[in-house]
């Protein structure tokens, strides 16, 4: 159960929703699941909160989180814009940094999701069931740009960056 979510400022690259954080109290994340470049956590609520890390959002744990860490994370430093409690099997701080602030949030009505602008013209997961080299061949046909720039467009292959396509 999600409690005491605050954030610091109005906005990250977009604003937060409205009555972000009351829309988040008491909602119950149902799991966390990942399209493209989003993270997407169903709520009890009925909304599904979306999370777009941007280049350098980052969430940080602290507290009884199940598993262990590397190293600690920093907790509220200079670029964290939004921190909530989760309670469940732990008590756990959840913080998200971003220090260029290029990341945003949203929250969707779950039946939504695969409908919002944010996600409507996304191509295939590169690991899904629905890829394939076949597919991947009709969707670059006809196209006269360089390869890099043709599975950067998220239209082609969803979720793919600039390290994973120089790769």
């Known amino acids: 159960t999600l409690s005491q979510t605050r ?12 009555r972000f954080a ?3 109290d008491g909602a119950v994340v149902e799991r966390i699941e990942r ?3 989003y993270l997407l956590m169903p ?3 009925g909304e599904t909160w979306v999370t777009h890390l941007g280049m350098t959002g980052r969430f940080t744990l602290d507290g009884a989180a199940p598993g262990a860490f590397e190293t600690d ?5 200079k670029h964290e814009h939004f921190s909530l409690i989760a309670e469940g099997a732990a008590r756990t ?3 998200y940094a ?9 929250l969707i009505p779950t039946p939504d999701v695969e409908t919002h602008p944010w996600f409507a013209g996304l191509g295939p997961e590169p690991l899904g069931n629905g890829f394939s080299g076949a597919g991947l061949a009709a969707a670059l046909s006809g196209r006269k740009q360089n390869i890099k720039v043709s599975l950067l467009d998220q239209r082609i292959v969803a979720g793919l960056g600039n ?5």
């Open 7 to 18: 954030h610091n400022r109005p906005d990250l690259r977009f604003p937060f929703p409205e």
């Open 22 to 24: 009351e829309r988040l």
């Open 35 to 37: 399209r493209a470049k």
């Open 43 to 45: 709520l009890s609520t």
């Open 73 to 77: 994370a920093p907790v509220a430093g």
């Open 93 to 95: 701080r959840i913080g």
């Open 98 to 106: 971003d220090a260029r602030r290029f990341g945003f949030m949203g």
């Open 163 to 167: 390290i994973y396509v120089c790769e």
